[in-house]
């Protein structure tokens, strides 16, 4: 009560609370009084306590200096939980929590990371958030089961993204390790999740194998939609036949068919479960065959409504590979001819422009997407990404842009803390979102509304990039800085863009409005109503956009970690690149200009690391994984930077990301030609050649079986190769 209230709660006279005196409370009557989080540290401050973030170099995970003076814990306790407003609040809420847990008594030190790890996940600040769980599972401190449970639910509850939901699995792995047993309204808390994932499913699963917890049937039907969402069609059959198994034991009238629709001895009846497993199929003949079998043994299936079932169907049509965009198509109209509730029925116009756009039947998506657009204006997260992917794809990027912007964002700003209500947060503009329509344009040939949209997503949407953002960005880039083959571009090549700088918001034309949001929806329409060949597209912000987007790259992980300053490269470059242009060369020797930026100029260019809490975290919601670690080892090789390979590679080892056998096979074939001399001199050095070291440190990172094969690196090899060989100007639709 004390840490909800404890104003309400304090009585005159008469403490609340043991060792809780009028004179303590008075004291700090102002911190818990303040109008926001940071008058209450301001107050704090003039007490005495002094948060700061300091770094050891013996360690990589930043702690809190010691210093003598501790609020009580209920004044932690009612800050973090009442305080926080923002995500720059979240960030200073989980410095006073590592403040001030050292002094907190033992069973009370769970529930300040518990808060701070909520506000975290709620503002979708994932980087700090790994911190703080790498912190918990590394600590000699012991949870307790209840803590474990009320981590696992809280923090699921308030994620944002599904970036934190893969956060905790490694919690639940390790309550499961140290043999905590969790209760079932853990599991359901997490298996209902908005952002549950199937790979949270095979941790749940196993968990509650490990504790030996039969699942429950809202288990198990939850079990079964995410792993047919994901394709995992044996999961999902496997889940299915126990939600079978549990309804013949109970010996009811009816029970659901499973995969086996040939069971006999009882009435077989479908559900919604059997529909996302039907989804999973991967081939519209093997699932015809699945239903014949389940029409001829169930009259219920026969009599069933057809919604679900050609839902089912067209999800499935989707992932066959050997069926055309006309196939499609057709399987559409079967349905709507064959019930009339479908041809008012979104979700299989939505699937069916989803599997037309993989199909690269962009006009038909785009068609349809109309026809939704004219009789529904409301729409989940899910058909408004695809509905912009439609009509961008289809070469109307103004009309995608002007369905974002006829989303009300204000209410979802990134310092908002209104709850939604379900229906409004189905409306609400993700960051996935922005990304697909971020994605099209790329493949569209527009980069410069890519950049832009970068450089105004906050602005424009109220939302922050993630990791996904990120390789979007590098990828781009790559395009751009090869396609542009501008006078302007050439002279960003050798360092002269700013000559010929755009306008940005900062300094933007008179005639724009004051607001910032304002001049950015006019910045964005004015490139869209230019033709795409009349853009400067490989340029950004003044600079070659390969060169920029390496500065932002290297800004988002030494500002994130600013420990990976000290990473050395495992390896060295028995040359820099393959080689530079000759009169760029030529220009930079003789104005003593730098070449193009090495890690070296990257991080000379860096300030020196900032412990500011204010500055901790520049970008929160970008945590590379290995898309974005390869996009970026892509631009390296574009941009004659082969030589930081291996360096990114040690990055990636540090921060725990694990490399797929695309991205190793990536960097082997960028680094064999800045690593092997000619032939006679490598076999002079044998096991001195720099390419075989790398090879032998990805072995003792990945281990053998996770090496890339001759096949991989064929496969890439030929990929870098097509990269290189595009013509200027070619419209780029894949890598």
């Known amino acids: 009560m004390l840490a909800n209230s404890p104003t309400s709660a304090m009585v005159e006279g008469a403490p609340t609370l043991p060792?809780?005196?009028?004179?303590?409370?008075?004291?700090?009557?102002?911190?818990?009084?303040?109008?926001?989080?940071?008058?209450?540290?301001?107050?704090?401050?003039?007490?005495?306590?002094?948060?700061?973030?300091?770094?050891?170099?013996?360690?990589?995970?930043?702690?809190?200096?010691?210093?003598?003076?501790?609020?009580?814990t209920w004044v932690i306790l009612y800050l973090i939980c009442h305080q926080v407003t923002s995500p720059a609040d979240a960030k200073k809420a989980l410095v006073l929590a590592y403040y001030h847990l050292p002094t907190a008594l033992p069973h009370l030190r769970p529930c300040l990371l518990i808060f701070s790890a909520c506000w975290l996940a709620e503002h979708n600040l994932v980087v700090p958030l790994q911190d703080l769980i790498r912190r918990l599972l590394q600590s000699s401190c012991e949870w307790r089961e209840y803590d474990y449970s009320a981590f696992l639910k809280l923090v699921a509850a308030a994620s944002a993204s599904p970036t934190g939901i893969r956060l905790i699995i490694p919690v639940l792995e390790a309550s499961s390790a140290r043999r905590l047993r969790l209760d079932q309204d853990t599991f359901d808390s997490l298996l209902s999740g908005q952002f549950a994932t199937a790979e949270l499913g095979i941790a749940l699963a196993r968990s509650m194998q490990s504790q030996a917890t039969i699942p429950s049937v809202k288990n198990l039907e939850r079990l079964v939609k995410l792993f047919a969402k994901a394709g995992w069609r044996k999961r999902a059959g496997r889940c299915l036949d126990l939600v079978r198994h549990h309804y013949a034991e109970q010996q009811t009238e009816t029970v659901p068919f499973g995969t086996n629709p040939y069971a006999r001895n009882v009435m077989q009846a479908p559900t919604l479960s059997q529909h996302w497993y039907m989804s999973a199929f991967g081939s519209v003949r093997s699932l015809h065959a699945y239903m014949q079998a389940c029409g001829v043994h169930s009259r219920l299936w026969r009599a069933e409504p057809r919604i679900g079932t050609w839902r089912s169907v067209?999800?499935?049509?989707?992932?066959?590979?050997?069926?055309?965009?006309?196939?499609?198509?057709?399987?559409?109209?079967?349905?709507?001819?064959?019930?009339?509730?479908?041809?008012?029925?979104?979700?299989?116009?939505?699937?069916?422009?989803?599997?037309?756009?993989?199909?690269?039947?962009?006009?038909?998506?785009?068609?349809?997407?109309?026809t939704i657009a004219a009789k529904k204006d409301r729409l989940e997260v899910w058909g408004l990404a695809l509905g912009v992917k439609a009509l961008t794809l289809a070469g109307r990027p103004s009309e995608a842009f002007a369905l974002l912007r006829g989303i009300d964002t204000s209410r979802y700003s990134a310092t908002s803390t209104q709850l939604l209500s379900r229906s409004e947060a189905r409306q609400q503009i993700t960051t996935h979102t922005i990304n697909i329509f971020m994605a099209s344009l790329q493949r569209i040939g527009r980069p410069d509304i890519v950049f832009e949209l970068w450089d105004y997503m906050e602005s424009l949407f109220g939302i922050s990039p993630d990791q996904f953002t990120m390789a979007i960005v590098l990828k781009t880039a790559r395009f751009a800085s090869k396609s542009d083959q501008s006078v302007r571009g050439a002279l960003a090549d050798i360092g002269l863009g700013n000559f010929f700088r755009r306008k940005s918001v900062g300094d933007a034309p008179v005639s724009y409005p004051e607001s910032s949001r304002s001049m950015a929806v006019a910045r964005i329409q004015e490139l869209l109503a230019q033709n795409r060949n009349d853009t400067n597209s490989g340029v950004w912000r003044g600079e070659r956009a390969g060169v920029q987007a390496l500065q932002v790259a290297h800004h988002i992980l030494l500002g994130n970690w600013p420990e990976l300053h000290t990473i050395q490269s495992p390896v060295h470059a028995v040359r820099r690149s393959l080689g530079f242009s000759p009169v760029g060369g030529l220009f930079r020797a003789l104005s003593g200009r730098p070449s193009t930026p090495s890690q070296d100029d990257s991080r000379a260019a860096q300030q020196a690391p900032n412990y500011d809490i204010d500055s901790l975290w520049p970008y929160p919601q970008v945590l590379p994984n290995d898309v974005a670690f390869r996009a970026y080892i892509d631009l390296l090789g574009a941009e004659n930077q082969m030589s930081e390979i291996p360096l990114a590679l040690a990055w990636m080892r540090h921060l725990d990301v694990k490399p797929s056998r695309n991205t190793l096979a990536t960097a082997l074939v960028y680094w064999a030609e800045v690593s092997m001399d000619s032939p006679l001199v490598e076999h002079w050095k044998s096991e001195r050649s720099e390419y075989l070291r790398l090879i032998r440190w990805m072995k003792e990172w990945v281990g053998s079986e996770n090496l890339p094969t001759d096949a991989d690196i064929g496969l890439h090899l030929g990929r870098i190769k097509w990269f290189r060989d595009l013509r200027y100007g070619r419209r780029p639709v894949h890598s």
């Open 19 to 72: 060792g809780l005196t009028p004179v303590q409370f008075q004291r700090w009557k102002p911190a818990i009084s303040a109008c926001n989080l940071d008058s209450a540290l301001g107050y704090l401050g003039r007490e005495g306590v002094r948060l700061s973030w300091a770094a050891t170099p013996t360690n990589d995970m930043p702690h809190l200096s010691p210093v003598p003076l501790q609020p009580p």
């Open 314 to 370: 067209l999800r499935a049509a989707v992932r066959d590979r050997s069926l055309s965009a006309k196939s499609l198509l057709a399987i559409l109209e079967r349905a709507k001819a064959s019930d009339s509730s479908l041809r008012l029925d979104v979700v299989s116009d939505l699937v069916t422009i989803n599997g037309l756009l993989h199909r690269r039947d962009n006009t038909n998506a785009a068609r349809i997407w109309d």
